[in-house]
């Protein structure tokens, strides 16, 4: 079946620094990526529709200019965390819908991200 | 997009037949019904998926009614690793249409 990677698993990094995710589709083309936030306990939260060529599209409350995405590759989405604060540490998921079956969603991994 | 609504949590048996409904009252006329399962630290895996009547595959069922207002996720014989949240999303195949989640429904299933 489809799968969706995502680097790296797990990332500590220090207060003030940016943190890159990558999430790859790793055997079909996804034009658009979904990237989602964690807490414990809590269900997942869209943060923004990353379409492959153009801007995302960001959920309302969550800050462009921290959270950049750019999805330019039809197999190559990725999230970086500016100036990550301690309040930043969550569960980073993304998911990806097969071009050719627009309905099929496949999700990664995710990602632990810990800011200390 | 269509609102879910499911149970918050439930408590089963290992070998017990579970079924989790899910409420979608405003879904769409092209909207699909597709169920997962999400363990902790864990990506949620995609397990069912359908549009109307019922839908079978090798771990679960998926009853639609006709009305398709709701749904309801059955699992057979269930066993410890079952333990999970299980969420049900409706949206259609448009390919910027997000999915977006709602609490899921927390089952836990004991000896």
């Known amino acids: 079946g489809a799968v969706v990677s995502q680097h790296p698993s797990r990332v500590i990094c220090k207060s003030g620094t940016s943190v890159k995710i990558e999430c790859r589709s790793l055997?079909?083309?996804?034009?658009?990526m979904f990237w989602y936030r964690q807490f414990p306990k809590q269900s997942l939260m869209l943060m923004a529709t990353?379409?492959?060529?153009?801007?995302?599209?960001?959920e309302q409350g969550v800050e462009k200019d921290k959270f950049l995405i750019n999805h330019a590759s039809l197999t190559l989405s990725t999230l970086t965390v500016t100036s990550a604060h301690p309040e930043d540490s969550s569960f980073y998921i993304c998911?990806?819908?097969?071009?050719?079956?627009?309905?099929?969603?496949?999700f990664g991994p995710g990602t632990r991200l810990t800011v200390t | 997009l269509a609102k879910t609504t499911q149970p918050i949590s439930m408590d089963s048996y290992e070998g017990q037949e579970v079924n989790i409904t899910c409420s979608h009252n405003?879904?769409?006329?092209?909207?699909?019904i597709t169920w997962y399962q999400q363990f902790p630290s864990q990506g949620p895996r995609f397990i069912i998926q359908g549009y109307k009547t019922k839908v079978t595959n090798e771990v679960a069922s998926l009853f639609i009614p006709a009305d398709r207002k709701s749904s309801t996720l059955s699992l057979p014989r269930v066993s410890l690793s079952d333990t999970a949240v299980y969420y049900c999303?409706?949206?259609?195949?448009?390919?910027?249409?997000?999915?977006?989640f709602g609490a899921g429904t927390r089952l836990t299933v004991k000896p």
């Open positions: 998911s990806a819908r097969d071009s050719y079956s627009s309905y099929e969603q496949y």
């Open positions: 990353s379409n492959e060529g153009s801007k995302a599209t960001y």
């Open positions: 055997d079909f083309q996804a034009t658009t």
């Open positions: 999303l409706v949206g259609d195949e448009a390919p910027n249409n997000d999915m977006r």
């Open positions: 405003n879904i769409a006329t092209n909207d699909y």
